[in-house]
């Protein structure tokens, strides 16, 4: 039986994000996800962790909404364990100030938004030791979908393969990671089908989900690790997980069932 092993979102973008029991689901992903940023203002783009050339410790940041399950405030919790509310006129001094740049909070997405990506030198990617400026979804701070979905057998396979490196679910930032008991890089062959959470919310898997420098980026107790993202290149295309649009809204929960719909 396929279920719902966890929930996860990022109320700012490429922040830690915070783990759910429970999550509305709507047209725009999980409730709450990715509804602000942090913009930089000299270059006009939107603040990521795929270039960690820029901004190195941008995961040191945590971002929870101030009120459950979801309200029009963050509260981001810095390195140094000080915490500013983004509704606090001294928001984008304290974060600027901390990140060493001009920044500036913002929860209305840009039309047309932009970041940087540095891409590693891995022999696999399309660019080699190169930042390229990348468009993101109009209107919205996700990068190319509004769902992220991860198998734990996926996890499985990429342990297995690369027994050293540490490939835990943040290190992938997905928002659902389904627990599955099939060998191997399962949800590769959901693209294009229909997956039924519980008994209200249902998804179209739409592409596999290419994966970045973020994923060998150091945060919190896990090291810097270039062959985390090597070893999905190597074996899997530099493929972790699925994108999904939302076709049917509702709610999911931790331990739902998830069915595969042809």
Not at 157 to 186: C, H, M, S, W
Request: glycine share 6%.
């Amino acid at each position: 039986m396929i279920t719902v092993s966890s929930l996860w979102r990022y109320p700012v973008k490429s922040m830690i994000g915070e783990e759910l029991r429970a999550t509305g689901v709507n047209e725009k992903g999980l409730l709450g996800d990715r509804s602000s940023a942090l913009i930089d203002v000299e270059t006009g783009k939107i603040v990521s962790a795929k270039n960690p050339k820029r901004w190195s410790n941008i995961f040191s940041y945590h971002s929870r909404y101030e009120d459950f399950p979801y309200s029009n405030c963050v509260r981001i919790t810095l390195p140094d364990g000080s915490t500013v509310k983004s509704d606090d006129r001294r928001v984008n001094l304290i974060l600027s100030e901390a990140l060493g740049r001009d920044v500036e909070f913002i929860s209305q997405a840009l039309s047309e938004p932009q970041l940087e990506e540095y891409w590693p030198d891995i022999a696999e990617l399309d660019n080699r030791d190169i930042v390229t400026d990348e468009d993101m979804q109009t209107g919205t701070f996700f990068d190319l979908a509004k769902i992220h979905l991860l198998t734990t057998s996926t996890l499985a396979a990429l342990r297995k393969l690369y027994p050293e490196g540490r490939f835990e679910p943040r290190r992938f930032r997905p928002n659902i990671i389904v627990n599955t008991d099939q060998p191997g890089f399962v949800e590769n062959d959901w693209v294009g089908k229909i997956l039924k959470i519980g008994s209200e919310v249902q998804l179209k898997i739409t592409d596999l989900c290419p994966r970045c420098v973020m994923t060998t980026v150091s945060q919190g107790d896990l090291p810097k690790d270039t062959n985390i993202l090597r070893t999905a290149a190597q074996h899997n295309g530099a493929h972790v997980g699925v994108y999904a649009e939302v076709l049917s809204a509702g709610t999911i929960t931790c331990d739902d069932v998830v069915s595969i719909i042809d």
